[in-house]
């Protein structure tokens, strides 16, 4: 028995009429899981910015945004890519597919989203992006840039972001049957 949306209908039209709820369709459940997600990463940044320094930090909301922005845009790839590649293993298959992909994904996107913040700012003083210097400051840029969020960044999954990601591994392998 498939578990498929059904359109909202009136039953027992005579008696009552009840309205059929139809499930969520695929979309809605991948956009409210990606702003859940998203949600989480930045709970997780404002929680360890607290606990580092006590708020006191003068990009606090441009930091925050970055890690929703980040979890929230890798969310939908992250599922579509655990479903191709784990759907039909066992669950601690799927649960290390969801958590190595999950992981990655998320720390990916967000260091690709502070390059292009970096690219921004460097943009002044780089040449136009299509000509043969210009790709290479644009490729100069993201690699410092990639390198600084993983050394200055990705503390601010921790500790918050580990359990986090541990727990939302385990309902999406749980959810992927």
Known sequence: MDAQPRPFRLQNAGQGSKLSVSLPSRITRLVAGALAWGALMALSASIS?????????????????LFFLGGALAWPFVVLAAGLVARNAAVET????????LALGT?????????????????????????????????????????????LGMRLYLPVGLPIL????????????
């Open 49 to 65: 910015l607290y606990f580092r320094n006590g708020f006191e930090t003068l990009h606090l909301a441009e930091l925050v945004t």
């Open 166 to 177: 541990a727990g939302a591994s385990l309902w999406l392998a749980k959810a992927m049957r």
């Open 94 to 101: 799927r649960f290390a597919a969801c958590f190595v992909l």
């Open 107 to 151: 720390i990916g996107v967000t260091a690709l989203l502070f390059a292009m913040d970096y690219r921004v700012f460097y943009s002044e003083w780089h040449e136009p992006i299509l000509s043969r210097i210009g790709v290479k400051q644009l490729f100069g840029t993201t690699v410092s840039a990639s390198y600084q969020f993983a050394v």
